[in-house]
C-alpha cells in the first residue's frame, strides 16, 4: 500500500470529494471538542471542579479499576513511557493520593496504590464529572448517550492503535 505524503509511517487512504468533506468535518469537530475539553479540563461542576489534571485523574482511575501495579505496567497499560509515569506519580504520592508498597510475591518490588484518601478524591472527581457530563447531555435520550459513548470509544481505540503503530514503527517525524 502506497504511503501518507504527510506522514510516510502510515498508510495512504483513497478519499472521494465527499469524504474530504466529512473529514474536514470530524477533524474540526474533535479539534473543537479538544479545545473545550481543555479549557473545561472536563472538570466538572461544583467544588470539584478544575480540580485534577487529566493525568492525575487517568492514572488514579487505572489503580482504582485494575488494583495496585508497577510503573512499567500502569504505563504500558497507558500506552505512555514508565518515566513519565514516574513523573506523574511523583506529586500524587508526595499529596497522599498515591502510596508505594512493596509488591506482595517480591518484597525488592514496588507497587503503587491508590490511597484511601485517593478514592475518596477520585469518587469526589468522578461525582462531579458525571454532574457536568449529566448537563451536557441534558436533553439526550438514553440511546443517545450509549451511541455517542460507544462512538467516541471506538474512535479513541481506534486512534490509540494508529499511534500505537506509529510508534512500534520509530520516532515520528
Not at 487512504?13 to 474536514?24: C, I, N, S, Y
Not at 484511601?116 to 469526589?124: H, K, S, V
Not at 461525582?127 to 448517550?145: F, K, N, P, Q, Y
Request: hydrophobic share 40%; aromatic share 2%.
Amino acid at each position: 500500500m502506497p504511503s501518507n505524503p504527510a506522514n510516510p509511517d502510515l498508510p495512504a487512504v483513497a478519499e472521494t470529494p465527499a469524504d474530504a468533506g466529512l473529514l474536514d468535518a470530524l477533524q474540526h469537530q474533535v479539534a473543537v471538542f479538544a479545545r473545550r475539553a481543555e479549557q473545561t479540563r472536563l472538570g466538572g461542576v461544583g467544588q470539584a471542579r478544575n480540580s485534577m489534571d487529566r493525568a492525575a485523574y487517568l492514572l488514579l482511575n487505572r489503580l482504582d479499576l485494575e488494583g495496585p501495579m508497577g510503573v512499567k505496567a500502569l504505563a504500558c497499560g497507558m500506552g505512555i513511557d514508565s518515566s513519565t509515569v514516574t513523573r506523574q506519580v511523583a506529586p500524587l504520592v508526595d499529596t497522599g493520593l498515591v502510596k508505594r508498597t512493596s509488591h506482595p510475591e517480591d518484597g525488592r518490588a514496588v507497587v503503587l496504590a491508590l490511597s484511601p484518601r485517593g478514592l475518596a478524591r477520585l469518587e469526589e472527581v468522578r461525582h462531579s464529572r458525571r454532574e457536568l457530563m449529566a448537563r451536557v447531555t441534558d436533553g439526550w435520550t438514553e440511546d443517545e448517550r450509549e451511541s455517542f459513548t460507544a462512538l467516541l470509544t471506538r474512535f479513541n481505540g481506534s486512534l490509540s492503535e494508529l499511534m500505537g503503530s506509529v510508534s512500534e514503527a520509530g520516532p515520528a517525524s
